[in-house]
Structure formats: structure tokens, C-alpha cells
């Protein structure tokens, strides 16, 4: 029998990560899920909140570039296919891995808005 030995993260660092710019789109796409996740494993999000904190800025002209739905789409089902979001990620919830992670603020028992609202 091999023991799983685990630690704790600190979500506001995650986070912080998802604005890093140098990392490829599903990486920080995981950061954000990783920073916000809630206790019952799920990160909930407003219609293209995820866009807007995956946001870069051009740093010659100050424009800012938010992802296409396209791009954040493709990401998270990267980031799916790679193991580092349980599938029924979307860009209104993005979720954790049961198996792989838990704790956050809230209750783990406590339904998401977005998942429930789509299988009723």
C-alpha cells in the first residue's frame, strides 16, 4: 500500500499565474481554476469573465487583447485531454480534479449554480 502524500496551495498564487502572459493558454487556463476553485471543486465565472482575466496587454501600444471564445474553448478542453480539469469544464465553470485536489472556501457538498442550473 503506498501512502498519497499531499500539501496545501494557495489559491491567490495560482491566480496570480493565470496573468502570466510567457505560459501557453490551457496552462494559465488551469491556474485560474486552481486559484479559484470553491470547495466543491468547481471555479464559476460570468459570460466571458474567463476571457477577460486571460486578457493581455500589448505593451508597445497599451491595447488589450482578450482570447477569442474560440481560444478559451480550445484551452480548456486541452487542458481536459491533459488531465488538469475534470471534464464538464467550460468557460462559465472551470473544475478541479476530484481525485487530485481538495478544500477551498465553502462547502464541499455545496451545488454549482452553472452545472446544476445545465442538468435541470
Not at 471534464?87 to 465553502?106: D, F, I, N, Y
Amino acid at each position: 500500500m503506498s501512502v498519497n502524500p499531499w500539501a496545501r496551495h494557495f489559491q491567490l498564487a495560482w491566480e496570480e499565474r493565470a496573468g502570466d502572459s510567457r505560459l501557453p493558454l490551457w496552462m494559465r487556463v488551469v491556474c485560474l481554476a486552481f486559484g479559484r476553485h470553491r470547495s466543491n471543486g468547481h471555479a464559476p465565472f460570468a459570460p466571458g469573465q474567463v476571457a477577460l482575466v486571460l486578457s493581455t496587454v500589448d505593451s508597445d501600444s497599451g491595447e488589450i487583447h482578450a482570447p477569442s471564445r474560440q481560444e478559451v474553448y480550445r484551452a480548456i478542453k486541452t487542458a481536459v485531454a491533459y488531465g488538469f480539469l475534470a471534464e464538464g469544464s467550460c468557460a462559465r465553470c472551470l473544475q478541479v480534479p476530484a481525485h487530485a485536489v481538495t478544500g477551498g472556501m465553502g462547502s464541499h457538498r455545496a451545488p454549482c449554480a452553472y452545472h446544476d442550473r445545465k442538468r435541470s
